[in-house]
């Protein structure tokens, strides 16, 4: 609880409204650009759950997909719990110290993909009848022509999915804190997930 | 400030309902959707409620034109796929080396109209609810006023987020990057584009922060408010009559088979 209250301070707030910004501008981008694998539409809920906790980023998620919803989108709805096991899982490995080996990093990428792709199956299956609407639904038609079933064929095609899109956001996300100047960083409530502590230490700075 | 939001303003019965009682309906219709174990279940829920509630609201066209271009590409998906792929269906229509099968057009085809229930009802809350109403009257039953903040905040963000994309873009274009051409071409260019355009937008949430903090965003205590939602005491009612059915109705879904037995067997 008490850590709860140090991560939702002011600036995380501020930090997730331009996160959900960013992921629905992102999001429309990649989509209309219509490449294939990659939605890239919670890179500000992986950023969230990194700099600001897990329970920050699930906030982030959940949020993101219902906003789709008002701003005309509402298909992803039904998927926003799994927007917020994104963030909360992000939040976890930031806390476990992944960001700091980039190797690690990435291997968050790839469980939270796999996570996402078992989690969103069973709502492609049920919901959507096993497909997407989207270019990758010839992976789906390829799965169910060499008979698998409707719920495998969704998990077939999410799992091809959803690891390279985890994987290609929690780089992204690399890149871009990578970038952001430490001063912004360390205002955030779980600066230490991204910074050393000697980009933290005022002489060290003062001697750079 | 609801300019890109799906909102469309006017002065009728369907927009003066309490946003709650909106959101309560459209939940009910897409539990009902769900249940009801007919096939044809998604497109009686959607002619005989969706429909009629967005004729009330004014708001059938713009439904529509959103609607059709939601559940169109699923549709052609499902009917493709599910049609001429289902594991040993029953063959209908033969098409060269293929088939389609009975089982397959069934299933995309009650699918097709659970989403048409589904997408309509959630359309038929975002045309026809402010989303300054429907926050203010989330904020009225508890729910934190950061969190009402973050999504009016967003909305109003993401046009200026656009229209700094649509500069970025330009500005790259300008300097040879290729936004258009084959997959690897769209894909290399999408980094250049994002990068700026996230980095950008980040730097400036420590001064957001600066202005909320101005403004006693913090504060503890109660708030109060500039505007009131008005909550008439039939749409309480309503609400709670549809929440309790849709619990009944969820209930039946679970026990239909025990029920069936029990009526096969008497």
């Known amino acids: ?208 | 400030m609801t300019a890109n939001t799906l909102y469309i303003d006017q002065d009728r019965g369907f927009q003066r309902l309490n946003p709650l009682t909106k959101l309560v309906i459209s939940l009910f219709l897409i539990i009902l959707a769900l249940v009801l174990p007919c096939m044809w279940a998604g497109y009686i829920v959607f002619l005989l409620a969706v429909v009629p509630l967005a004729l009330w609201g004014g708001i059938l066209r713009p439904l529509w034109s959103a609607l059709w271009k939601i559940v169109l590409p699923f549709a052609i998906s499902m009917f493709v796929i599910q049609g001429l792929f289902w594991t040993g269906g029953t063959p209908v229509v033969a098409l060269g080396p293929f088939s389609l099968k009975a089982e397959g057009l069934i299933f995309a085809t009650r699918i097709t109209g659970r989403l048409l229930a589904i997408m309509g009802s959630f359309l038929l809350v975002s045309l026809g609810t402010a989303p300054d109403d429907l926050m203010i009257s989330l904020e009225q039953r508890g729910v934190p006023n950061s969190i009402t903040y973050i999504i009016l905040s967003t909305i109003q963000l993401v046009p200026g987020l656009q229209a700094r994309s649509e500069k970025i873009r330009d500005a790259q274009r300008a300097r040879g990057l290729e936004t258009e051409g084959n997959i690897i071409q769209r894909t290399r260019s999408m980094l250049p584009l994002v990068e700026p355009l996230v980095l950008g937008s980040i730097i400036d949430v420590d001064e957001r922060a600066i202005a909320l903090e101005a403004r006693g965003f913090s504060r503890e205590g109660d708030k109060t408010f500039y505007r009131t939602v008005e909550d008439r005491r039939w749409e309480q009612t309503l609400r709670w009559v549809l929440a309790v059915s849709a619990l009944f109705l969820i209930l039946g879904r679970i026990l239909w088979p025990f029920i069936g037995r029990f009526l096969g067997g008497g």
């Open chain 1, 1 to 208: 609880m008490e850590r709860l209250k140090k991560d939702f301070t002011t600036i995380t707030f501020a930090l997730i409204v331009v996160a959900l910004a960013i992921n629905i501008v992102v999001g429309t981008i990649v989509f209309q650009t219509k490449i294939p694998f990659v939605y890239l539409d919670q890179i500000g809920t992986v950023l969230v759950g990194l700099v600001a906790g897990p329970w920050a980023g699930l906030l982030t998620g959940v949020l993101t997909n219902l906003l789709w919803g008002l701003l005309g989108n509402p298909g992803y709805v039904p998927y926003a719990p799994i927007a917020g096991v994104i963030g909360l899982m992000a939040g976890w490995f930031g806390s476990m110290g992944w960001y700091k080996s980039w190797w690690k990093w990435l291997l968050g990428g790839l469980i939270t993909g796999l996570v996402a792709a078992l989690l969103s199956a069973p709502i492609t299956a049920y919901l959507y009848g096993g497909v997407t609407g989207a270019g990758t639904d010839l992976l789906t038609g390829m799965f169910r022509a060499t008979g698998s079933s409707i719920m495998e064929a969704a998990l077939g095609q999410g799992l091809i999915t959803d690891l390279i899109d985890k994987t290609v956001s929690f780089f992204v996300v690399w890149l871009i804190i990578k970038a952001l100047p430490t001063t912004l960083l360390s205002r955030f409530p779980r600066s230490e997930n991204v910074l050393e502590a000697s980009d933290l230490d005022l002489d060290s700075v003062l001697d750079q």
